[in-house]
């Protein structure tokens, strides 16, 4: 069996770290947007507020791939973006 050994600067992690926590607070905002937005479609009266929470929510969708290349461009930055970076982590 063969380890692989991965050396993460303190730097990194911590600029990782951030970035995930954005993003984790990014997703939990659309969540909240489109579920009021649902909610609010099932009186005619408040049909209007849905409509905006979901444009809201639409333009979260929007940010999600601004905060993946804020931390690549950050990343990079200190020397630390490289190809081996997983574009699936959050």
Do not use: C, K
């Amino acid at each position: 069996m063969n380890d692989l050994t991965f050396t993460i600067g303190h730097e990194e992690l911590v600029i990782r770290q951030r970035w995930e926590v954005v993003s984790i607070i990014n997703d939990i905002l659309i969540a909240v947007w489109f579920i009021i937005g649902s909610i609010l479609f099932f009186q005619e009266s408040t049909t209007m507020a849905g409509t905006w929470l979901f444009l809201l929510g639409s333009l979260e969708l929007l940010v999600r791939p601004m905060i993946r290349l804020a931390r690549r461009v950050h990343l990079t930055r200190i020397g630390r973006g490289n190809a081996s970076d997983s574009d699936d982590d959050y």
